[in-house]
């Protein structure tokens, strides 16, 4: 991997410097006006990873390394934290974090890696295994990063079998609520059984936010290329029956398979 030079990084910081103090629009941010920002950066990186774009991928990884120094710049600023600070916290956390390479632990496996982590974690002070994961996170990925949590101390099924009966429990559960009629039930089970779901795509190495992204990215496909269709026959889809639309559906599916 061809690292960055001092100079690269020393030139990015002075632009960042040089806005900061220069362009009205950069003069004016905060923490909290830049947190939407960084939100949606995120998601653009996200999607570039999800379309294996390599080349928005880099770019997309710029614009948050911008982010970080202006948080930076800004902690300067409020005589919170350095730019060098932060570079020196992440350093140490990773050398305490992986005795195994640092130190003289021995592990067998990735999972021992794991559970190390989450011991340290406690060790530094955290009140709970769960206590890292964001609560502002989605919630398909806060349920994978809540299994995953979960798994380091060994609570987890034994088997993908064992998970797939659970769906099935709760699917059961889920259609006795549906049959009662109580609302509040029907959402609790529901949610019950998306999460029994994600805790199967784990199991199958799936990244359930990501098989779900790809589901709606299909979906998006298929639908404007029926409205392309109908268009094509001078009708649209509201005045077309749902019957109708299943054909176009399907001929679609087999087109593109």
């Not at 710049?73 to 990773?94: H, M, P, S, W, Y």
């Not at 496996?109 to 559970?115: A, G, L, M, P, T």
Request: aromatic letters at 8%; glycine letters at 4%.
């Amino acid at each position: 991997m061809t690292t960055p030079t001092h100079n690269n990084f020393s030139r990015l910081v002075q632009i960042m410097d040089e806005l900061r103090e220069q362009c009205p629009w950069d003069k004016k941010q905060t923490i909290e006006s830049l947190r939407q920002l960084t939100i949606e950066e995120t998601f653009e990186l996200a999607d570039a990873i999800t379309e294996k774009d390599w080349k928005g991928i880099k770019e997309e990884l710029g614009d948050l390394l911008l982010h970080i120094i202006f948080y930076a710049r800004i902690g300067a600023e409020q005589n919170q934290f350095t730019l060098q600070e932060v570079i020196d916290g992440i350093c140490n956390k990773l050398v305490s974090r992986h005795p195994h390479i640092y130190s003289n632990i021995k592990v067998e496996n990735e999972e021992e890696v794991k559970r190390n982590w989450e011991h340290l974690k406690l060790q530094e002070g955290k009140t709970s295994v769960l206590s890292g994961v964001p609560r502002s996170l989605p919630a398909m990925v806060k349920a994978m990063r809540l299994q995953e949590k979960a798994r380091q101390v060994k609570f987890e099924w034994h088997t993908k079998e064992a998970v797939w009966e659970k769906i099935l429990e709760e699917e059961d559960e889920l259609l006795n609520a549906v049959t009662e009629g109580n609302q509040q039930n029907i959402e609790e089970e529901i949610g019950d059984l998306l999460f029994s779901i994600v805790n199967y795509a784990r199991f199958v190495n799936v990244d359930a936010e990501n098989a779900l992204e790809l589901t709606n990215k299909k979906f998006i496909q298929r639908f404007t290329k029926m409205e392309e269709m109908a268009l094509n026959n001078r009708k649209q889809l509201n005045e077309m029956t749902l019957e109708e639309m299943d054909d176009l559906w399907t001929t679609i599916k087999k087109q593109n398979k």
